[in-house]
């Protein structure tokens, strides 16, 4: 006779708000931008034209690294404004910057010889992207009966005696 074991406990599969939702999306298209970026040092000839002066066809100035660092600002943001902008706002700025992100992530790819590799990094920044606008357009609605305020707990009385009385 063969037993099996039966688990009588079931994991706990509590509902995780649409900013952490969208926090975690922007943290991994904000590893993937980088990375991608990254683990291209490896492909030949970009160092030697990065220590010549020369990342893709631009020259390497403080202009084009402030560009790369506003850049790469807007996902490092994005993950905090996502945890922090009340419902509304989190909503419309994640549809607003997820939609402009998508064609710069296309963009990458764009003249690249190495298709495969850069064209699967934009097809993952894009899938993130793609799940942002969606956590972002389906965010759920308040009902009434959840936005009404809850009554304070009765507020305490402390009375303190100066000493000697």
């Known amino acids: 006779m063969m037993r099996t074991r039966h688990h009588t406990t079931t994991l706990d599969d509590r509902p995780i708000p649409v900013g952490a939702k969208l926090a975690a999306a922007w943290t991994g298209v904000m590893f993937l931008y980088a990375y991608v970026d990254i683990i291209a040092f490896f492909k030949p000839g970009v160092v030697d034209g990065i220590l010549a002066g020369r990342v893709w066809e ?5 202009t084009l690294l402030t560009t790369f660092l506003a850049l790469m600002a807007i996902p490092i943001f ?3 404004l996502s945890t ?6 989190n ?13 710069y992530a296309a963009f990458n790819v764009v003249g690249e010889s190495w298709t495969y590799y850069y064209g699967l990094g934009v097809v993952l920044e894009v899938a993130l992207l793609v799940l942002i606008l969606r956590y972002a357009w389906t965010w759920p ?3 009434p009966a ?3 305020a809850v009554p304070a707990e009765p507020a305490t009385r402390v009375v303190t ?5």
Not at 84 to 89: I, S, V
């Open 146 to 148: 959840t936005t009404t």
């Open 91 to 103: 909503r419309i700025t994640n549809l607003i910057v997820a939609s402009v992100q998508i064609p």
């Open 141 to 143: 609605r308040a009902t």
């Open 78 to 80: 994005m993950v905090v």
């Open 58 to 62: 631009f020259d390497v100035t403080q």
């Open 84 to 89: 922090t902008l009340p419902a509304r706002a």
């Open 161 to 165: 005696t100066p000493p000697g009385v």
